[in-house]
């Protein structure tokens, strides 16, 4: 039989290492490549058309959902695993939106790993333990109407800027509204900017007002 080809993505060289121990030991898998971005890993991953990709949740430059989103439009048939360091169901619906095959904490030991990518290889999704109770719990008792969080991605504050800019206000307004300094609001917009993998203002307004931030603004 073929061996389960497998891409690791990751930005830290010593956890990639470790998997890269953990996936030779194992006869019926074969270690590809490796990327330490979103970018990187999609262009991998098409080239190498591998089976299973391990990828990391948060990145420099494009993060591991967006990266997975791609990934799934691109070659539908590569499984997807997604690595992180918490259990944040946000993250976790967000990364099953994307297309991911599977969620692993990275705190899991080598046996887990290798069950979770031979479960994804056989077209079987896999969750952590710890990630599988939290889905049954959340399940069982849902919050009441609590909607998905648009670009999941972005802290709690950085949306909030994100919707002020996408209703036409600059940074100045901004400042003023949010009672923060210049300097912070600065730092959020930048954030935005390079967590969107958007160039400028323009752009950041219309991935917003796409995503149906802005309110009534936005038709102004």
Known sequence: MEPTHILVVD??????????SAIESEPDFAYVGEA???QEAIEKAVELQ????L???HMPGMNGIDATREIRRLAPHIRVLMLTVAEDT?????AMRAGAYGYILKGADQEEIVRAIRA???NQPHFDPAIARKIRGYLSHPPPEIPFPLFPELTLREREVLELVAQGLSNA???RRLVLSDHTIRSHVSNIYSKLQVADRAQAIVRARQAGMGGS????
Do not use: S
Not at 11 to 20: E, I, S, V
Not at 50 to 53: E, K
Not at 90 to 94: G, I, K, R, V
Not at 217 to 220: I, L, N, T, V
């Open 55 to 57: 990828m990391d949740v």
């Open 36 to 38: 330490c971005e979103g």
């Open 90 to 94: 946000e993250l976790l619906f967000a």
């Open 217 to 220: 603004q936005a038709g102004q």
């Open 120 to 122: 994804a290889a056989n």
């Open 11 to 20: 930005d830290h060289p010593m956890y990639r290492k470790g998997l890269l």
């Open 173 to 175: 307004e901004i400042t």
């Open 50 to 53: 591998t089976d299973v990709v």
